[in-house]
């Protein structure tokens, strides 16, 4: 099965030894979404932005779902399979990895830390929600130890309130992880300069987010 389609920041011969940030953008849109982040992160940061599989709204999608914020177990799933065969194939190369998601990429994103927390030096999850009810663990402690950053506008229209607040509850006070939660009054359902500059600041406090440091788990 061919890989995913992926808008690389870096030539192939210019990643090795850098640490990578996998991008998942939002529903409806494609790879080009993260095409310039990279120069906005620490220097030497290499930025996979991955298409996701599905079509829908003009871009793609990472899942069927049963309403916003709600994948179905077996769809997101079949997606976490294929971006972790795909990661693993070019994994080796890197420093690290980060994984980031915008909205429907956070609900990705989650559902790739959820499965498989030990694949990730941190996470960057950006207005959204963490996938409930999709059949991955959630039990106390599963983020143990993993940096993570949350952003978002607390007045978000597009995310279901009670999923929200449930990803906050648990990424609070059970997940285990490092959390680094920011809030950006009046940004609404999206990304702003300061925020990406708290996600540059973020990257580059991690002890294994520069060129050399040491491999993520597996």
């Given amino acids: 099965m061919p890989g995913p389609v992926v808008h690389w920041s870096a030539a192939e011969t210019e ?5 990578l940030v996998l991008a998942l953008h939002g529903w409806g849109a ?3 979404s993260f095409a310039d982040l990279a120069p906005q992160l620490p ?5 996979a932005s991955v298409r996701a599989p599905i079509p829908a709204g003009g871009g793609y999608a990472w899942f069927a779902n049963r309403g916003i914020g709600r994948p179905l177990p077996d769809s997101i799933a079949d ?7 795909w990661l693993h194939t070019v994994q080796p190369q890197h420093s690290s990895v980060t994984v980031l998601g915008f909205s429907g990429g956070m609900v990705m994103a989650g559902g790739l830390i959820l499965a498989r927390p030990g694949e990730f030096s941190a996470a960057v999850l950006l207005s959204g929600t963490l996938p409930w009810d999709a059949a991955l663990p959630e039990e106390p402690g599963r983020l143990g130890g993993l940096p ?14 009670d999923l929200v607040a ?16 920011h809030t950006y009054p009046g ?8 925020e990406v500059a708290d ?9 294994t987010h520069s060129a050399g440091g040491s491999p993520s788990g597996t």
């Fill in 199 to 207: 996600i540059r600041d973020f990257l580059a406090a991690l002890p």
């Fill in 15 to 19: 990643r090795a030894g850098t640490p």
């Fill in 166 to 181: 449930r990803t906050g509850t648990w990424l609070r006070e059970q997940s285990g992880a490092v959390l680094h939660e």
């Fill in 43 to 47: 220097a030497g940061t290499t930025v």
């Fill in 79 to 85: 997606t976490a399979r294929r971006l972790f065969d």
């Fill in 187 to 194: 940004l609404g359902h999206g990304i702003n300069a300061k």
């Fill in 148 to 161: 993570v950053f949350w952003g978002r506008d607390t007045e978000d229209q597009v995310i279901p309130a």
């Fill in 30 to 32: 494609d790879e080009r």
